[in-house]
């Protein structure tokens, strides 16, 4: 069955070369790179869920998912149903990056889930799928991004990609999905093989551990961590969060703490990419808490270092804000309570087949965003530190309420640079349970000119020692609360980092791009097209030739260029500042509400004639929310439906 299975991925994959044993020289000083210029973007993608038994024009029914029956999956997928990508999406996609990106990034971030969800019992997944579609991701990678010139067959296969890639796990990329038990693990060992090519020589030990590791892809300027997130997920049942030094998630943290001291002490900074991200809510929770307040500490304490963090898994495209006075004062202290929360292995098996998500997340978001501290109309702010004093300047004869005003806004923020908060980016996926998305980052290179290749110093391998588990294990019965060691905070005269203030490394904008499969796929008339719902749509025969119009990913917007965001970079302030305007949001007045219920009285009397209400213009204040919102969904809900269910 195994030799089946990865016969019929090599015909998916078609016939390209080999994949190679391994990439770039990661550190090793007596293998010459030659120089690339650097173009100051990066693409990070994420959520590609490859199916193979997926079927055109098969039904999008939950006892279906598109693998039998009849129904609307189009060629490239069936948009916003809970189906996985056909291979075909998942081809165009890989060619689109190739003819419209290769040439103009610098590295790749991949924050897992490479394989279908185990959403069909009557095909239930295995480890040779789970296996067999990484490896074909990987492959396609090679495609994409691999130095076609032979490299792969010398002595010497370490320079057989143009530009770094770090992958991570996602919870679907293992089985059962979600519970992954601490390393070395027949997963990590796995994956130690599969991403071969990806994980620094030095690191392999390492990330048999526990699957994490980091790779400088600008040799001693810039550092990419992937996380492994399976072990800060609360519905891993076989790990208990990360206050025990036995745990997983505790190693890891003491792994990244040793690494970003290294970093400081060197002048690297560091991006942290990994699948699930830090969102921690009442509607929904993802991270044990003990991770996410050891983690949020680290961002606290390193934030000279950390330039910005970056996560899948969640499908809506969307950001987070850390917020450093959610520590609780133990975790400030260095110690941190053992808590056993877990559910049972089933269970934890059986959560998050996919990232669903009710309005009320998004609307408790938007009431905590609404609560973000305020500047005084006197002050201009978020603008760089000149910008402020001017205006503070040119305001001098203000009373001093107005500057009182000021120190106490900037005060409730930490600082002019806003070093209370963090934040984290979530990118939509590939997989179309919306519209398949990838997204771009343009960074700060100035001064950096071109480097060679990538690799790991000898600083970024440190290994931590093997841990004593029964020992641990006695001493946990002893002690309620663990110590760990505080990391040491930036130094008093140390400037803010690249996450706080423009310079070089900081983000300065990102584009997202989307692939309207509704109209590529050709299947349906626009007026007979209720975008969004699936269900009893049946346009087309099996056997039918599908039609689709040519695939390509259009921008959906640019976040210094849009008309809304205008965000003149991705720092902390400016996110904030974001963050602010969309919880600035006010329902419609009551006047307005009146109106509406007076022409819904009067619509409903002509009974033969059904008018929908041409949806108002929202007002600039609310235009922030309505914009996250739609972008949250990537275009899939109609204007009515987000007025209905996010505009009180």
Not at 458 to 484: C, P
Not at 625 to 644: D, G, H, L, N, S
Request: hydrophobic fraction near 35%.
């Amino acid at each position: 069955m195994h030799g089946i299975w990865r016969f019929c991925v090599l015909l998916l994959v078609g016939g390209a070369s080999a994949v190679p044993t391994e990439q770039i020289p990661l550190g090793q000083d007596a293998v010459v790179v030659s120089k690339r210029p650097l173009h100051g973007r990066f693409l990070h993608v994420t959520d590609f869920h490859p199916d193979r038994f997926y079927q055109v024009y098969a039904s999008t029914a939950q006892d279906a998912a598109c693998h039998r029956g009849q129904g609307p999956a189009g060629i490239y997928g069936a948009e916003t149903s809970e189906c996985d990508s056909p291979v075909a999406l998942i081809n165009q996609t890989m060619d689109w990056i190739h003819d419209n990106l290769r040439d103009k990034i610098d590295f790749v971030i991949w924050t897992g889930d490479s394989a279908r969800h185990d959403n069909d019992e009557e095909i239930p997944r295995n480890a040779a799928q789970v296996i067999g579609f990484n490896e074909m991701m990987v492959q396609k990678m090679f495609e994409v991004f691999g130095k076609h010139s032979g490299d792969g067959e010398d002595e010497n296969p370490n320079d057989d990609f143009v530009i770094p890639i770090v992958p991570a796990f996602g919870n679907n990329d293992i089985l059962p999905h979600n519970v992954m038990a601490r390393g070395p693990n027949t997963w990590t060992r796995t994956y130690s093989r599969v991403w071969r090519q990806f994980i620094p020589e030095a690191q392999k030990h390492q990330f048999e551990q526990g699957g994490w590791y980091n790779v400088e892809v600008i040799p001693n300027k810039l550092a990419v961590f992937s996380l492994n997130t399976l072990y800060f997920a609360e519905n891993n049942a076989a790990v208990d969060g990360c206050a025990s030094p036995k745990d997983p998630g505790y190693r890891q943290l003491e792994w990244v703490r040793i690494q970003l001291q290294y970093m400081r002490e060197r002048g690297v900074k560091a991006i942290l990419t990994g699948h699930q991200p830090p969102i921690r809510s009442d509607v929904k929770n993802l991270w044990d808490e003990t991770c996410w307040q050891k983690y949020t500490l680290w961002l606290r304490q390193y934030r000279d270092v950390i330039i910005s963090s970056h996560y899948g898994h969640f499908n809506f495209d969307h950001f987070l804000l850390q917020d450093f006075e959610d520590l609780d004062d133990d975790t400030k202290d260095g110690r941190m309570e053992y808590i056993s929360s877990k559910t049972s292995m089933a269970s934890a098996a059986d959560d998050d087949l996919h990232a669903a998500v009710s309005p009320d997340y998004w609307l408790e978001m938007r009431d905590e965003w609404s609560d973000l501290p305020r500047p005084p109309k006197s002050m201009a702010w978020p603008e760089s530190e000149s910008e402020v004093d001017e205006t503070i300047v040119k305001h001098d004869s203000a009373t001093k309420k107005e500057k009182r005003k000021r120190k106490k806004f900037l005060n409730k923020i930490g600082g002019l640079h806003a070093e209370r908060f963090a934040s984290s980016f979530v990118t939509a996926s590939v997989v179309p349970n919306l519209f398949p998305t990838v997204r771009v980052f343009e960074y700060n290179i100035t001064g950096l000119g071109s480097h060679k290749g990538h690799h790991v110093s000898d600083a970024s391998v440190t290994q931590l020692d093997d841990f004593d588990y029964e020992s641990d294990m006695v001493r946990r019965k002893k002690s309620k609360k663990h110590k760990f060691k505080m990391p040491e905070p930036p130094s008093k005269s140390a400037p803010p980092g690249p996450a706080y203030s423009p310079q070089t490394l900081s983000l300065m904008r990102y584009t997202q791009y989307y692939a309207n499969l509704t109209h590529i796929n050709n299947d349906f008339l626009a007026d007979k097209w209720n975008e969004g719902k699936h269900k009893g749509k049946k346009p087309h025969n099996k056997d039918h030739e599908p039609q689709p119009k040519k695939f390509h990913f259009q921008v959906h917007y640019d976040t210094h260029d849009d008309e809304v965001y205008k965000l003149p970079d991705l720092t902390v302030p400016q996110m904030l500042d974001l963050a602010r305007r969309i919880g600035d949001f006010k329902p419609p007045a009551d006047a307005a509400d009146a109106a509406d219920e007076e022409d819904e009285t009067a619509t409903s009397k002509k009974k033969h004639k059904k008018k929908h209400r041409k949806p108002a213009k929202h007002s600039k204040r609310n235009a922030p929310w309505y914009t996250f919102i739609r972008r949250a969904f990537v275009e899939t809900k109609p204007v009515e439906e987000i007025e209905e269910l996010f505009g009180h």
